[in-house]
């Protein structure tokens, strides 16, 4: 165990990446949902965790289930208790991403600690003290300057700082079922991974528990897809998806 004072926790995703290379932190904590992405697996054994072994740094990816939780992956708690991750309500993100790594932190003895957080410049207003008197946030893109010399890096900015590394841009981070992507990326979901696109409709079918709420819409999943026009892979559309409360697109 390294003793740490600071750590950045690591979403998988485009800002965290680009912070990485900047920062070349002591210590990465990755909560892992067990729903990520499979491109977000791959991305982390491909690069991440490669990179932070050549400075000498520390990669940690931290479950519910290490530290009490009754489930392995989120869905797993979702298919069992009939509910499914909703905008609404965000117990996903506290249950599977904040909890197990203040419950890290915490059975290490490591607090008080500086949490480093990937927020970009274009999303500064969600830049916020952590709840938790013992841990103190600190946004480190928000204190960069860019080519212009003006303080703080967008997402522009971060998916220059990757490129530059001659490293692929990351997909946006967060689970294959989240209720936080766009319609062309449910569209990718299901023409590129169709057996993890029936797992989120099976998901939604079997939140019960929820009524009327549904993954992405205000209808079914499928039904919802076949609605409305849309360019799949339009940069605009994709930009549509709301960022998540996981803290790193
Ligand atoms: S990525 Fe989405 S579904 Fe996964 S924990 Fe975060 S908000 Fe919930």
Redesign the pocket.
Same mark, same amino acid.
């Given at each position: 165990m390294t003793s740490i004072s600071e750590f950045i926790s690591y979403g998988g995703g485009v800002n965290s990446t680009a912070a990485l290379l900047l920062l070349k932190p002591k210590v990465l904590i990755f909560a892992d949902?067990g729903?990520e992405h499979p491109e977000t697996y791959r991305y982390i054994e491909e690069h991440i965790k490669p990179f932070v072994a050549s400075y000498g740094g520390q990669f940690t990816a931290v479950r519910a289930s290490d530290f009490g939780g009754k489930y392995r992956r989120?869905q797993d708690q979702a298919f069992a208790e009939h509910i499914i +991750?909703v905008r609404v309500n965000?117990w996903?993100?506290d249950k599977?991403?904040i909890r197990p790594i203040r419950a890290y932190l915490k059975r290490n003895g490591l607090l008080p600690v500086l949490q480093m957080i990937a927020i970009d410049a274009g999303e500064a207003h969600r830049a916020r003290d952590s709840r938790n008197d013992q841990i103190r946030n600190r946004f480190p893109l928000l204190e960069q300057r860019n080519r212009s010399g003006e303080l703080g890096l967008d997402r522009e900015d971060c998916i220059e700082v990757i490129r530059c590394a001659g490293w692929p841009v990351p997909r946006k981070s967060?689970?294959f079922?989240? +209720?936080?992507q766009s319609k062309p990326q449910w569209i990718a979901l299901k023409r590129e991974l169709p057996d993890l696109f029936q797992i989120a409709v099976q998901l939604e079918r079997n939140g019960s528990n929820y009524g009327r709420l549904y993954l992405a819409a205000d209808k079914p999943l499928e039904q919802w897809l076949k609605s409305g026009r849309i360019r799949e892979g339009d940069p605009e559309q994709l930009s549509l998806a709301t960022p998540?409360?996981?803290y790193d697109g």
């Open positions: 949902t729903g989120l +991750p965000r996903c993100t599977y991403k967060g689970c079922f989240c +209720p936080f998540c409360a996981c």
